[in-house]
């Protein structure tokens, strides 16, 4: 994410979707929100 390698279509998106999904972008990549690996509850438990 941090390099560009996520992209999210916007077309039909209004303008505070936009900002909503910017906001939740730029605080993924900050780490005030921590994204898991895997859905809870996965059989897989990969680390990476």
């Given amino acids: 994410m941090k390099e560009g390698g ?4 916007t077309k039909n ?3 505070d979707e936009k900002t909503a999904v910017e ?3 730029d605080d ?3 780490g005030k929100i921590k994204v898991p690996n ?3 509850g996965s059989k897989f ?3 990476f």
């Fill in 6 to 9: 996520v992209a999210t279509p």
């Fill in 13 to 15: 998106m209004t303008n």
């Fill in 23 to 25: 906001k939740a972008k």
């Fill in 28 to 30: 993924i990549v900050s």
């Fill in 38 to 40: 895997h859905p809870a």
């Fill in 45 to 47: 438990n990969q680390q």
